[in-house]
């Protein structure tokens, strides 16, 4: 049997050697549980040193709605906002 302190109270707190031995036997499990989890993420991480591609920053833009006081915020990646700058240009000199 081992005496262990409670930290909220003075008098100490007996625990039977099977729950020691139960308490490690867990730990042990978990130990060896967590080493079979790393040895199968080992080809990920050499996958994981290639370096990533940089998500593209966004670019939020206020958008004036006709007929509303309130304008939407419009968030989209700088290729994007030339892309539809492209687009209109390109229907605007076709209607001519």
Known sequence: MSIHRSPCRDDPVTI????????S?????????AGADTA???PATETAAKPAKAKPKLICRRLADTGSRL????????????RQADSISKRLSNEK
């Open 16 to 23: 039977p050697q099977e729950f020691d031995f139960m308490i």
């Open 71 to 82: 304008p939407e915020r419009e968030c989209r990646t700088q290729e994007d906002w030339d």
């Open 40 to 42: 199968n993420t080992q």
């Open 25 to 33: 036997l867990l730990l042990s499990l978990a130990l060896a549980a």
